[in-house]
């Protein structure tokens, strides 16, 4: 009982303490090559061979570090009438916690360059930011989880689909097909909040706060930018209103979780190596996916300690 009241008062004070001390580190370097290794299975698309190659891998991978590895199949059939073999992994971590918060990126990358020259737009996106980056902050937690395991429950999740069809489509075709599907289909009790991850690893970082993570959860924002401050990286979530994206989080929103979106979408000069054959691994950094990472940590210890 002493240690009980003990624990319970530490508690408090830490939740009181914005100078709230995580207990685990996130190894950059590791994720960084993490990130190398999903570039080189080359384009994860579905239906092709490298999306086959990498699922084995996430598969096999999140085994030796989770609790519990759920994954959730099912075939998309696409407006043109393509049959597409999608998977979802979720990694679970203290499982029969009741409290839990969900962390999420797409692994998938998408199957052409349509924001490039006219002549490139036929070449698959290599997706080192956009699918690896993701996957890799997410795969360098599951590694410090499974050293630390969380007093909360924490929820891995690995979305297909996101990045296959039409955007500028209205409705937006063949796209979050992943996120939609884990909406539809999802674990109870539903996550306190959830947290997406993309495009995190570019060199120059810089995280604005996205337009409908502040409609649908502004106090989720808070909490993520308010552990970045405290981890020492207000210089990179900063505090500026950035765009509005539609991406995994929205679908999650109108499945009714609060759920935001940590994306730097301004990659390259102008923007210019996103769905472009520029997206590469040099254009990611450990340093990068280590802020992303550590912040990602300092978020579940803030929910610890609440
Ligand atoms: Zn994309």
Redesign the pocket.
Known sequence: MALLVTLLAAGAIACDDSTLVNPRSFDGGQALQYAGTQVAFGPRVPGQQGHEAMAGWLDSLLRTKADTVLTQRWTHVTQAGESLPMVNFLAQFNPSATRRILLLAHWDT?PMSDAAVPELQDVP?PGAN?GASGVAVLLGVADALDLIPPSVGVDLLFVDG??YGDFSARPQVDVMIGSRYYAANQLTPPPLFAVLFDMVGDRDLRLQREGNSLIGAPEVVDLVWNAAANAGYSSVFVGHEGMSLTDDHVELQRGGIRAIDVVDFSYGPGNTW??TPEDTMDKISAESLGIVGTVALEVIATVEAM
Do not use: L, N, Q, Y
């Open positions: 998408r996106v956009d996101e990045d996103w769905h």
